[in-house]
């Protein structure tokens, strides 16, 4: 059994940085690891991911140059540094493992419980 909890959120001005956490209890070295997100009245949608190892990662097309997704198995952890942030990035965001790699949330055995991200204008 794992479990996931999500840090590093809160409030702050677009164009900032910010750096959300993920701790997992249990092991995660052999999941996939992503994180995802849910913006009031919308559905939870795909944001990153990364295999097991850390050698290939995957990112929505609205985020990349901007995000990256990293872990460190030995701390049992997953980062997502969202950089050049804008308005429309304000959603709750989840950290999320699985034995595959899948940009369909639905299909994600393990979540955290959120963390929420407010970037105003």
Do not use: H
Not at 29 to 36: C, E, I, K, N, P
Not at 85 to 108: F, G, H, I, M, R
């Amino acid at each position: 059994q794992v479990q996931l909890v999500e840090s590093g959120g809160g409030l702050v001005q677009a164009g900032d940085s910010q750096r959300l956490s993920c701790a997992a209890s249990g092991g995660i070295f052999s999941y996939a690891m992503g994180w995802f997100r849910q913006a009031p009245g919308k559905e939870r949608e795909f944001v990153a991911a990364i295999n097991w190892s850390g050698g290939s990662t995957y990112y929505q097309d609205s985020v990349k140059g901007r995000f990256t997704i990293s872990r460190d198995n030995a701390k049992r952890s997953v980062y997502l540094q969202m950089k050049s942030l804008k308005p429309e990035d304000t959603a709750v965001y989840y950290c999320a493992a699985n034995n595959y790699y899948s940009d369909v949330p639905s299909l994600w055995d393990y979540w955290g419980q959120g963390t929420q991200v407010t970037v105003s204008s």
